[in-house]
């Protein structure tokens, strides 16, 4: 059979916290050697792996960090992927940015660029390993989530040898984070609340929610 699972014993008079784990066969553990340990051993299925979250919308806008951000981001839902994953990103990129825009709900500057910040090495390295330990399991269940205003984000990571991978940052609500394939969700994701936001929100600060006035 192909599968396997964990024989986990107490052995001998040692520790009741001392285990051994070992890898076997199923067929190799026979009725009898098990009806023979009764209350030394159990055998314990390997847990099933979380599906993935496929997050593709449309129109996508593709991200180039060296062109700098898009002056706005009306009329796209997503962006172009260029890289599989899983992870969302690849790893070592050698520069990035972020784009924040204000929220979509805003009668005179909706989806228009807010704010940009250019990242070196070091901080985009830093933003791309915290993207890649991202939780990407598909969310379930009823989620509660706060105001949504509109508010998205891009950010975009540059490499020596294959094309920019640029994330669209939902950034308001139950916020999420995906690659244009795979995506990230923050209810109930310490991944993303603890490690993917605080650290995208001190290199690029988040907008008002309601933007300040100024000319259209």
């Given at each position: 059979m192909g599968s396997s699972y964990a024989l986990?014993?107490?052995?001998?008079?040692?520790?009741?916290?001392?285990?051994?784990?070992?890898?076997l066969p199923v067929a190799a553990v026979s009725a009898a050697s098990v009806a023979g340990a009764v209350g030394l051993y159990q055998l314990v299925a390997p847990a099933?792996?979380?599906?993935?979250?496929?997050?593709?919308?449309a129109p996508k806008l593709a991200v180039d960090v060296a062109a700098g951000c898009p002056k706005s981001v009306r009329g796209y839902r997503d962006v172009v992927n260029t890289f599989p994953g899983p992870p969302l990103v690849p790893a070592g990129p050698v520069s990035g940015m972020i784009c924040r825009y204000w929220p979509s709900y805003s009668p005179r500057r909706a989806d228009a660029l807010a704010r940009?910040?250019?990242?070196?090495?070091?901080?985009?390295?830093?933003?791309?390993?915290?993207?890649?330990?991202?939780?990407?399991?598909?969310?379930?269940?009823?989620l509660a989530c706060p105001?949504?205003?509109?508010?998205?984000a891009l950010i975009g990571f540059s490499y020596p040898n294959r094309p920019d991978v640029g994330l669209w940052y939902d950034a308001s609500g139950c916020q999420s984070?995906?690659?244009?394939?795979l995506g990230a969700s923050e209810p109930g994701n310490p991944t993303f609340y603890v490690g993917f936001l605080g650290l995208v929100n001190r290199l690029s600060p988040p907008v008002a929610a309601v933007p300040a006035a100024g000319p259209a």
């Open positions: 986990i014993g107490a052995m001998g008079r040692r520790s009741a916290s001392w285990r051994v784990r070992v890898a099933a792996a979380a599906p993935l979250w496929h997050v593709s919308r940009q910040r250019h990242l070196g090495t070091a901080d985009a390295r830093k933003l791309a390993r915290a993207v890649r330990e991202l939780d990407l399991s598909a969310p379930t269940g009823a105001a949504d205003f509109g508010t998205v984070v995906d690659n244009g394939r």
